[in-house]
């Protein structure tokens, strides 16, 4: 796991708990601030998987072109 990956599961936790905390509040403004966090998280995440991935790839067409 990359830092990409582990802030978009931070900011998913992050939204998630501000959701919870704008619907027991009855607080819409933070509820959606929350359903934001939570999207910019799962972005950021899919990001780092994307980036994880391709380094991956590279490793492998480097240990091939070494045999």
Do not use: C, P, S, Y
């Not at 933070?30 to 999207?39: K, P, S, V």
């Not at 780092?48 to 072109?65: F, S």
């Amino acid at each position: 796991m990359n830092r990409d990956e582990l802030d978009g599961k931070t900011d998913q936790v992050k939204g998630r708990a501000k959701q919870a905390w704008g619907h027991i509040t009855n607080n819409e403004r933070l509820h959606d601030e929350g359903t934001a966090d939570e999207a910019a998280g799962n972005v950021q995440e899919g990001f780092g998987k994307a980036r994880r991935k391709v380094g991956e790839t590279l490793d492998d067409i480097a240990d091939q072109i070494k045999e």
